[in-house]
């Protein structure tokens, strides 16, 4: 605000005579003044608009100031307030400056007096909006779960905060360990649906026959197994926030459905009758490229457009060359922790070697990358001998995927040589299990043949066993993430019970 220019005043004065006066030297000073003698007037008046400043005797008739003052602290912290006493108050307004009046005057006090501090007060008001805008135009190293201060995240961080309080769905695009999950969680955070659920549902590792039920929820008996009525991640979501991972795996049919959900909110769960109505808001996110699905007729049109509403793109690590070493050295302090190290920092030639790389797996490689680093070595400096050879060998994805790669795809690729992890690299970059359909179990002549998922099962096992049974150990070394091993094992046991029943 302009100290020279005109600014609004709400006085209240029980005294008609000195509310006169004071707004006398208001006016000569360029305020818009509106005099009230009534606590709750003044109450009223806040309501319906919010003043620069307030000045405010202590006695008033109907309740204190320092009452006023405290809802104006809570309510309407911007405005600042400067306190009116008499001699016999004083202890009230040092007290009233302590709760954050800017300043009080003592009955009787002059023009000048009165000038003086509004003028002080209007100073400190326009020295508080210069910082706070110096602030917000300051690159922001982290943002609700993010690290990253480069441009790009600069602007997804704007995004976020421009439209967590709308309603309105939000498409989050990126390629796999780019922190779509983050994104989702930072919209639903940073809004005002904090307080309520946020509930995430990954379309693509819940079986084709299941995601209905997770969705919607499911009454008793309406198939084999539902033996009570069960909430779906839409009941659960009511007034929050329901973010639907990898949604472009979804089922056509199911996809019609959705569409009908989020354009009326109203759903039925499996084997129901019975309409229900919920308050939801929609994230959504793919690792693919959403209108090339929709152009293949594997992604409706109409349920493309309803989700598609703010679209959020997440740039990938490579293009974020401050952010990888910002991110390497947050995780290296974070794990040294975790893992009782004493890593200080990375030496020249290995922060050249980690910026060079291209990143395939993004984030969460990189979380590997250091993981990795972290347990298999002990020293205060990462060396560059230290890194997976893969980083120095450049990757051969190519800077702009077709469709984006999933992290566990693509990280084989920073698998050390050390003689453990190369032979758990070895068939941990054979094949992802998903690749892995039942037919791979049929029976070949060929005894000495094995279906692919189970060397990989033993050596992901053999990992396992030799991290002492601690899973995220064992998946930090196989540079794959906790939860493909969950899933994979899951996927083992399908595999194993559809064996013995063949
Ligand atoms: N900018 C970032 N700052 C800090 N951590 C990040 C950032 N981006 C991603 N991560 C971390 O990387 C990991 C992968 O992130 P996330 O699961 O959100 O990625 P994603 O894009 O959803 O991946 P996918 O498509 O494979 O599901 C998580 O552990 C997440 O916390």
């Not at 602007?155 to 498409?171: G, Q, R």
């Not at 390629?175 to 955070?189: F, L, P, Q, R, Y």
């Not at 990898?246 to 996809?255: A, G, P, R, T, W």
């Not at 974070?334 to 984030?363: D, M, R």
Request: glycine content about 6%; aromatic content about 6%.
């Amino acid at each position: 605000m302009d100290i020279a220019s005109t600014f609004t005043t709400l006085l209240v004065e029980d005294s008609m005579s000195l509310g006169a006066l004071y707004t006398e030297y208001l006016r000569a000073d360029g305020a818009r003044v509106t005099h009230v003698n009534h606590g709750e007037d003044a109450l009223n008046e806040l309501k319906q608009w919010q003043p620069d400043l307030l000045v405010l005797d202590i006695q008033l008739p109907d309740m204190s100031g320092m009452d006023i003052l405290e809802t104006v602290q809570q309510s309407y912290p911007d405005i600042t307030v400067i306190m009116i006493t008499a001699h016999g108050t004083i202890d009230i307004a040092v007290d009233a400056m302590r709760s954050g009046a800017f300043d009080f005057l003592v009955k009787p006090f002059y023009a000048k007096r009165l000038s003086i501090t509004v003028r002080n007060a209007l100073k400190q008001r326009q020295l508080v909006s210069l910082v706070a805008k110096y602030e917000s135009s300051l690159p922001k190293p982290n943002f609700m779960g993010f690290i990253g201060e480069s441009l790009a995240m600069q602007t997804v961080y704007k995004t976020i905060d421009c439209v967590a309080n709308s309603k309105a769905s939000a498409f989050i695009i990126g390629e796999s360990g780019t922190g779509k999950e983050v994104c989702a969680n930072a919209i639903h955070h940073a809004g005002s649906r904090c307080d309520g659920p946020f509930v995430a549902l990954n379309c693509a590792s819940i079986p084709k026959d299941l995601i209905e039920s997770e969705i919607f929820g499911h009454t008793k008996g309406a198939f084999t197994g539902a033996i009570a009525n069960r909430d779906g991640a839409a009941t659960r979501a009511h007034n929050g926030t329901l973010f639907l991972d990898e949604i472009c795996e979804m089922d056509l049919e199911l996809q019609s459905k959705l569409l009908r959900f989020i354009q009326t909110g109203v759903f039925q769960r499996v084997g129901g009758t019975k309409e229900e109505k919920v308050d939801v808001r929609f994230v959504s996110a793919t690792n693919r490229i959403p209108w090339d699905e929709v152009k293949a007729g594997r992604f409706r049109e109409d349920l493309f457009y309803r989700l598609h509403v703010i679209p959020i793109e997440l740039p990938p690590l490579r293009t974020r060359d401050k952010d990888i070493l910002l991110l390497a050295s947050t995780l290296l302090k974070e794990y040294n922790k975790e893992e009782g190290k004493k890593f200080k920092c990375f030496s020249p030639e290995a922060k050249q070697c980690l910026k060079s790389y291209s990143w395939p797996g993004n984030v969460r490689q990189l979380q590997n990358v250091v993981r990795q680093i972290v347990v298999l070595n002990d020293s205060d400096t990462v060396e560059l001998d230290m890194l997976p050879i893969q980083l120095n060998s450049q990757s051969p994805v190519s800077n702009k995927p077709k469709h984006y790669q999933r992290a566990e795809d693509v990280s084989a690729q920073a698998i050390d040589t050390k003689a453990f992890i190369g032979e758990i690299g070895q068939v941990a970059a054979l094949a992802d299990t998903e690749d892995v359909a039942p037919q791979h179990a049929v029976k070949v002549d060929d005894d000495s043949i094995e279906p692919l998922w189970l060397s990989e099962k033993r050596t992901i096992e053999k990992a396992i066993a030799l991290c002492d049974g601690n899973v995220p150990k064992a998946a930090a070394l196989l540079d794959i993430s906790a939860s493909t091993i969950y899933r994979k094992r899951q996927t083992w046991e399908e595999l194993q019970s559809s064996l013995s029943h063949s």
